[in-house]
């Protein structure tokens, strides 16, 4: 294998691996590729194994007896079999005694149980050397031996530490260090918590292997069991595979933890059991939407990303400049609905059944939360949902923290609902998510007596509300004037307001979207509203029923603004929501002189709705009326757009909201307008935009002149960002290339393909990504 000493100082004079194996040897391989000690030495009792190594290079000395090789180690990493680590202690037990190494030489092991090794060195030591560390590198491969070594092996794995009362704190650094200069993740565990989580997520799924494995070879007609066994059994089972003498020893060395799991199946296995000899169809759907969710669900949480991963810009759109825009399209289910559907079927009485649901990361996010919580919810299946609710006290507390992606709506909502329930919860999200504030929810809530802890100086996720059942008292209601208008403090705050003492009171400086309020009244939930003041009685309840989520008038705005901007368009939105507190972007096009009419209007599950038309117009600059900043807070960055399209100045003030959603949304966008040739100041609340617009004196619309140049934009993984900057490419000189546009699919899955449906020429460029 070839090697790529680094020429920075070793961390060990002399490493000795005991056991050449696939664990042994692929460190023993990293270890020298990265330059990590002057030395290597192995013991191994296959001769052959020694011999290779030495003649590739790999060791400087070798040998099936530990005293031969170890003299002058100071780092010693046993890689044996579980049941024959024992014998190895007593073995370095001698090689200290006699000087051969010192009393504070770092000694490891790999070994996948911790509580087995500890005690085995308990019984060889009079008292534990200082420099024991028990280890357990979280990685594998299919093949084992020497031969199957692999350098890189670790890298972006995890490697678990139990820290000992009697280890010295050098040892543990110097380990660390080692495990992460070869490129794994370090983590600190208890051994006794340790052994019992890999009972459950190894131990336990190789014993099942084989124990299928072992069933179906023991039926008589099991030639066509295997022959006609499918994927999954492939799948499956493919661990049984492994080696069952080490697996063996696995199962005694860790027996109490593994028999405990296997119990605990047994459990869940009778109870899946029974629902199917019961027929049971709600019960057993449940059980396996949540299973099914879960499954991709803590892949993204551990790795802390939205159910897409932006942990690097792995996707670009590279678009070819187009001029115009024609059809009649019908846009995904508006977000904000979506997202209130969930939470208010799931505390609602009887089943709810939900039409158009968006089914975009953030709105999944929420979906999975509450599946997390106890409720049956079946799909989603083509936007359709069906969600078993189980009341306003039938939530249960998750066994994880509820992971909200990229979602603040998400978080600030559930935050309230939360800060109500009898048990204790934690809300966490994406690296994104937990940079943004949340005190503007948690300080108002501890008005209502909530316990709710943020992080940080900052006020930012994670959050941890503790439940009433420990805080001794009901939520009590509240009077809370907001400072700045936000549709998601005021909903947090009415949400945690249904399980209250008394009334709940929210009166905002001008009026946001009012979701929250339709959608309770629609549940059956008496609201009050009194001009901008809103108020909900605690103590009541609500009705499930049928929802209809209308198409998101935020996704709409994309497409009015291009062909508003674009020569000779002209688009049809079919069933767009337009309820009043959402429709400032349409309010701002007309002002700009947009050509934008309404058709079909009619209601929609208590929603308005109608169909937009737009065509394409000699747009003007305004400055924007401030009572309609709330009301189009998500369409500023397509706004911008549009206002440099425009002729003459754009201002745009009392925006600072802008500032912490997904993005610095002010910031980022004028400077990918800047990249794009076009003159704007970012002031504090707001932006100034000197549009490239024609004028013209007559009605006839020109705007096949480019505005923009072409360029390679950054979106900051934030949504509106990548597709706005897509929409700028209607009147762009040249391509624009737009990074990191994972997240589209946050609120617009399928966004691409519509527009080149329309006549725009998006390619979505992945191979950043494999």
Not at 136 to 164: D, K, M
Not at 206 to 215: D, G, I, P, S, T
Not at 225 to 230: N, T
Not at 520 to 539: C, K, Q
């Amino acid at each position: 294998m070839k090697s790529s000493v680094s020429h920075q100082q070793p961390l060990f004079q002399q490493v000795c691996v005991i056991g050449l194996g696939l664990i042994g040897a692929s460190l023993a391989q990293a270890i020298k590729d990265n330059g990590l000690s002057e030395k290597i030495v192995a013991v191994d009792r296959h001769t052959p194994s020694i011999d290779e190594a030495i003649q590739h290079g790999l060791l400087d000395a070798g040998s099936s007896v530990l005293s031969e090789v170890i003299s002058g180690s100071d780092l010693v990493v046993i890689a044996v079999p579980v049941q024959a680590v024992k014998s190895v202690f007593i073995d370095l037990k001698n090689a200290i005694d006699n000087g051969l190494i010192a009393a504070d030489c770092v000694i490891t092991d790999v070994c996948s149980t911790k509580v087995n090794i500890i005690n085995a060195a308990k019984s060889a030591f009079a008292s534990l050397p200082t420099g024991l560390v028990p280890a357990h590198p979280i990685a594998g491969a299919e093949n084992s031996g020497y031969h199957a070594r692999l350098a890189t092996l670790f890298v972006n794995h995890s490697v678990i530490i139990c820290e000992l009362p009697t280890t010295c704190n050098i040892a543990v650094v110097r380990l660390r260090q080692l495990w992460e200069m070869v490129g794994a993740s370090v983590m600190s565990m208890e051994a006794e918590h340790h052994d019992a989580i890999l009972a459950h997520t190894s131990h336990l799924p190789h014993l099942l292997a084989f124990n299928l494995v072992e069933q179906l070879a023991s039926h008589d007609d099991n030639l066509d069991m295997f022959r006609y066994a499918a994927g999954g059994f492939r799948d499956f089972t493919r661990i049984a595979a492994s080696d069952p003498k080490m697996w063996h020893d696995i199962f005694f060395a860790n027996q109490s933890a593994i028999i405990s799991a296997l119990d605990e199946y047994g459990v869940y296995l009778q109870t899946m059991r029974q629902l199917i000899i019961d027929k049971d169809s709600t019960a057993l759907m449940g059980l396996l939407g949540r299973a099914q969710a879960a499954r991709q669900h803590f892949g993204h949480m551990l790795a802390s990303t939205p159910y897409t991963d932006i942990s690097a810009m792995s996707s670009s759109y590279i678009i070819t400049p187009s001029n115009t825009v024609s059809g009649t399209i019908t846009i995904p289910g508006d977000k904000s609905i979506s997202h209130r559907s969930i939470m208010l079927g799931s505390l609602a009485t009887g089943v709810t059944n939900v039409t158009g649901f968006l089914e975009g990361e953030d709105a999944l996010a929420t979906l999975q939360a509450f599946r997390d919580m106890g409720v049956s919810i079946e799909g989603p299946d083509r936007g359709k949902l069906t969600i078993h609710g189980v009341g306003m006290n039938g939530l249960k507390p998750s066994k994880t923290p509820l992971y909200m992606g990229n979602s603040g709506t998400s978080m600030r909502l559930l935050a309230g609902i939360l800060a109500a329930q009898s048990f204790d919860s934690v809300l966490t999200g994406d690296t994104s998510l937990n940079k943004r504030p949340m005190e503007r929810v948690a300080s108002p809530l501890r008005d209502m007596g909530a316990v709710i802890q943020s992080t940080g100086h900052s006020g930012t996720a994670p959050l941890s509300v503790t439940g009433r059942d420990n805080v001794g008292e009901p939520l009590h209601g509240t009077t809370y004037d907001m400072p700045v208008a936000s549709a998601q403090v005021k909903s947090c705050l009415l949400l945690a307001g249904l399980w209250a003492e008394g009334t709940t009171t929210v009166t905002q400086p001008e009026v946001s979207r009012d979701h929250t309020e339709r959608m309770l009244s629609a549940f059956g939930y008496p609201v009050t509203v009194d001009g901008n003041r809103i108020s909900v009685e605690g103590g009541g309840k609500l009705t499930g029923g049928d929802i209809a989520v209308p198409a998101d008038i935020s996704s709409a705005a994309f497409f009015m603004v291009a062909a508003a901007i674009s020569q000779d368009s002209e688009l049809t939105l079919t069933q767009v929501g337009i309820n009043p507190t959402r429709t400032g972007v349409i309010d701002i096009l007309k002002l700009m002189n947009a050509d934008i009419s309404l058709s079909n209007e009619t209601h929609v599950g208590g929603e308005p709705v109608a169909d937009i038309t737009i065509r394409g117009s000699n747009l003007i600059g305004i400055e924007i009326p401030e009572y309609l900043v709330p009301l189009a807070i998500d369409e500023f960055p397509v706004l911008f757009v549009a206002a440099s399209c425009a002729h003459g100045r754009t201002v745009l003030t009392g925006a600072k909201e802008l500032r912490v959603k997904e993005s610095d949304r002010i910031a980022v966008m004028a400077e990918g307008l800047q990249t794009l040739g076009v003159d704007c100041t970012v002031t504090e609340d707001g932006l100034i935009i000197e549009g490239q617009g024609t004028q013209s004196n007559t009605s006839e619309v020109n705007n096949s002149q480019p505005v923009f140049g072409g360029g390679h934009i950054t979106s900051h993984h934030d949504h509106r960002i990548a597709m706005s900057f897509s929409v700028a490419s209607l009147r762009a000189s040249e391509r624009i290339t737009i990074e990191g546009v994972e997240t589209v699919n946050t609120s617009f899955p399928g966004f691409a393909e519509l527009a080149n449906q329309v006549g725009m020429s998006i390619a979505v460029d992945d191979t950043a990504s494999r």
